[in-house]
Each structure stands twice: as structure tokens, then as C-alpha cells.
């Protein structure tokens, strides 16, 4: 037997956010993939960028993810490296999920998001993913996301 139970209607907020990045992406020369409900994917050097649209608590927000690398095997060395870059960089954060992904991620709260801030936010995290994928992999092991892309 399947589940049937109906999806829950997209509220106007997201819809609003959705053609605001849209546009934004328009304007940066960007065509991502759009897979779901309020995500965009596309390929920035060897990683790969995800972002989802979101609502909570009555705010829009934007994440952006550059996913680095998967199949990580995680050590102390690889933990201090990042906890070491988390005081590096000016916004976002390096994340290690329990399934061995290495991603890059930041959100922007988005109910007055202006395209600069949305610009600046996109470029610096597909660019911090591209700057660090090779050197935690050879702390960590894994395969980048360019890797996992040219398997498939």
C-alpha cells in the first residue's frame, strides 16, 4: 500500500523567493539544474552547489551547500582542519555528515535579500568548496563531487 497523503500547498513566500532567485541567478549568468520544490543545482569547478528555498517560523530563507567531497573517512586530523577553518572563513561553515559528505553551507535569511548579498554569499561558498575539496581529501580520503559526477 502507498502513501497518498497530498503535499502541502507552496505558500506565496516561497513562490515570491523562488522568482527572486530566479532572477538573481539571471543576473549572475547562471542556468542550474531544478530538481524539487525550491532547489537549484549547478557545477562550480570540482564541486557541486545546491540551493534550497525554505520557510520557517515565517521567513524565507536561502542555503547554499557546496558539496566536496563523499565516502570521507573521518579522524582527528580531518576534525581539527575544519574546526581550524570554521575560524577562517567570513561566513558559512564546513560540515561532516554521518554518512561521510563533506559539504560547505551557509543560509541567508531572505525576506529583503538584495542581489549583492545573494551574490557575494553564492560565490564565496562554491568557491571556498573548490578551494578546499583537494586538500581535505588527502586528509580524509573520499571522492570529490566532480568524480562522483564523471562515474555517472
Known sequence: MSDSTPSEPV???LLLLADRVSDFLLQ?????????????????GSTV??????????????????TMLAEVTPSMDLLARLLRLNTEVLLGAFLLFDDG???????LLADRLAFEEFQYALTYVAQVGDDYDEE????????????ILLED
Not at 136 to 147: H, K, M, T, V
Open 101 to 107: 559528505t563533506l559539504a560547505f553551507s551557509h543560509t
Open 49 to 66: 552547489v545546491m540551493m534550497s528555498i525554505f520557510e520557517q517560523d515565517g521567513h524565507g530563507w536561502v542555503r547554499f551547500v557546496a
Open 11 to 13: 505558500s506565496s513566500t
Open 136 to 147: 581535505l581529501q588527502g586528509i580524509a580520503g573520499g571522492l570529490r563531487a566532480e568524480d
Open 28 to 44: 549572475m549568468d547562471l542556468d542550474p539544474d531544478r530538481t524539487g520544490e525550491g532547489i537549484f543545482l549547478f557545477k562550480h
